[in-house]
């Protein structure tokens, strides 16, 4: 009997489980095989032990600068332009490595400089020419070095603004303590839903980045409501964990969407971008 209709006729059988077995094992351990290896490397490669760092791949990166384009109204050959201007930026990839290198906790820390989704934060920023902007959660310091560089080119062309940082670890951010880039950061220690409520200036884009648990999440969103310029943008880096966002910008009107990226060559599933506007 031909192959292809032996098969067919098995289908149709409750034999079809068990003829089925061995092609699904191969692929599930091929799978497993391949995220063992990549995991095995990064134990002994890589030192973070959160908020990991790595690549995109090709096809995400291509996904994000298309995500960047819808929400910003850009054409997506700007987006792309404006990723590889980060991408590209020697003297703030020379910073972090040297900033990562001097710190004292360097033993937690890669050397080598890897965005992820960060750079679309960086075109976000280049396409809105925010005047103000606000980032919960700031850690090392990594992504507002990036929102930072943003703010520095947009000023190089008439749209200067600055980040406000917010973290209740005082030894945050220090990668982002180095000129040019401390010179349009102020960071703030202390609670997040304290410190947005003594914002004095009005918020152009608000970026959630801290305890990532779905209450304390809305009650970042719901302490800037009131802050916020008109059309300002809301992003979360939570959004591939909760739908708080999604349910804020419903509550109030506004268009939603959600990007997740993939990492090259790493373990992690990745993380995400969540826009409200």
């Known amino acids: 009997m031909d ?4 098969r067919r006729a098995i289908a149709r059988t409750p034999l079809a489980p068990v003829a089925a077995f061995p092609k699904r094992f191969a692929r599930v351990a091929r799978h497993d095989a391949r995220v063992l290896r990549v995991s095995a490397r990064w134990l002994v490669t890589s030192r973070e032990h959160h908020n990991y760092t790595y690549e995109l791949t090709k096809l995400s ?3 994000l600068a298309w995500f960047v384009s819808v929400v910003c109204d850009q054409p997506v050959k700007q987006v792309r332009a404006w990723i590889d201007e980060i991408e590209s930026d020697q003297a703030l990839r020379e910073h972090i490595e040297r900033a990562t290198a001097g710190a004292a906790r360097r033993g937690l820390a890669d050397r080598r400089v890897r965005y992820a989704r960060r750079v679309g934060w960086y075109a976000i920023v280049r396409a809105t020419r925010p005047a103000h902007v606000v980032e919960t959660g700031v850690d090392k310091g990594l992504g507002t070095c990036v929102l ?10 008439g749209h200067p603004g600055r980040v406000t940082s917010l973290d209740i670890n005082p030894e ?11 010179e349009v950061v102020d960071l703030v220690i202390g609670d997040s839903i304290t410190s947005i ?23 970042e969103f719901d302490a800037v409501e009131p802050k916020l310029a008109p059309g300002a943008i809301l992003l979360t880096d939570n959004v591939t964990s909760t739908n708080v966002l999604a349910e804020h ?3 109030t009107g506004r268009r939603f969407l959600a990007y997740r990226e993939s990492p090259a060559d790493h373990w992690y599933p990745g993380d995400g971008i969540g826009v409200a506007w």
């Open 3 to 6: 192959p292809s209709k032996l």
């Open 61 to 63: 990166r291509q996904h």
């Open 148 to 157: 930072a560089a943003a703010l520095l080119r947009n000023a190089q062309e």
């Open 172 to 182: 945050a951010g220090y990668l982002a303590a180095g000129a040019p880039w401390s």
């Open 197 to 219: 409520g003594a914002l004095d200036r009005q918020v152009d884009l608000f970026l959630h980045d801290s305890d990532h648990s779905r209450a304390h999440e809305k009650r």
């Open 249 to 251: 910008a419903e509550r």
